[in-house]
């Protein structure tokens, strides 16, 4: 959608700051949307979050259907 392919341009121009938001934004309204997780976990991990990036990997398969 749109929204994602607007966050996944901030992220691949640079503006790690401005995509985090996005995605953040876009989780709160749809926590379950795999691209989302995996868009952020990719933000993070590049950004030396490994961490973060496990434990919202993590949460998003505790709650999986």
């Known amino acids: ?3 994602l ?3 996944w341009a901030l992220h ?3 503006r790690w700051d401005e995509a ?3 995605y953040l934004r876009l989780l709160a309204a749809r926590p379950r949307d ?3 997780v995996n ?3 990719i933000l993070l991990l590049q950004s ?10 993590r949460a ?6």
Do not use: N, T
Not at 48 to 57: S, W
């Open 39 to 41: 868009c952020f976990g």
């Open 48 to 57: 030396g979050r490994a961490r973060d990036a496990r434990d919202l990997y």
């Open 12 to 14: 691949q121009a640079g």
């Open 5 to 7: 392919a607007s966050a």
């Open 20 to 22: 985090e938001g996005a």
């Open 34 to 36: 795999a691209d989302v």
């Open 60 to 65: 998003f398969v505790a709650h999986a259907p």
């Open 1 to 3: 959608d749109s929204l």
